[in-house]
């Protein structure tokens, strides 16, 4: 009796046990919605008078990854590596950046300056700039 409950009480903490070294993943296609500067508490919405959204479709085996997509203007695409829980960084990415607007652009910078990230159900955020910013989007 006392080692059943021993034995259950095994599994119990195992079963509940999180794994530290567990990365989600990114994979899913999502549209950039908002950008927030975290040190000044504020925020921008995707303007709209843009002629279509940023859609960026990531591709990962927990580890290893290719974006790819279409910004306001243009075609993109690139690797990225997911390092440590939450932790990523952008291998390359590049496409055309003609006559991209201030939205596109935006994406650009911090796309290449990606440092962390988190996914909640249909929500994606994706930090960047010494994790003072931070882009969200939502799972299309």
Not at 80 to 103: A, C, D, I, Q, R
Not at 113 to 133: G, M, V
Request: hydrophobic share 35%; charged share 25%.
């Amino acid at each position: 009796m006392k080692t059943n409950f021993i034995l259950i009480l095994a599994l119990t903490l195992f079963a509940c046990n999180k794994d530290d070294t567990t990365k989600p993943t990114l994979n899913g296609k999502w549209k950039m919605v908002k950008y927030y500067n975290l040190t000044l508490g504020t925020s921008e919405s995707e303007p709209t008078n843009i002629s279509r959204s940023i859609i960026i479709e990531f591709s990962d085996n927990g580890s290893i990854g290719k974006m790819s997509g279409e910004t306001v203007t243009n075609s993109v695409g690139g690797e990225y590596e997911l390092l440590k829980v939450n932790s990523m960084k952008t291998l390359s990415f590049g496409g055309t950046k003609v006559g991209e607007p201030n939205w596109g652009s935006k994406f650009w910078d911090a796309i290449h300056s990606a440092s962390s990230y988190e996914r909640h159900s249909n929500k994606l955020f994706i930090y960047f700039n010494a994790d003072t910013e931070k882009m969200e989007f939502k799972k299309q």
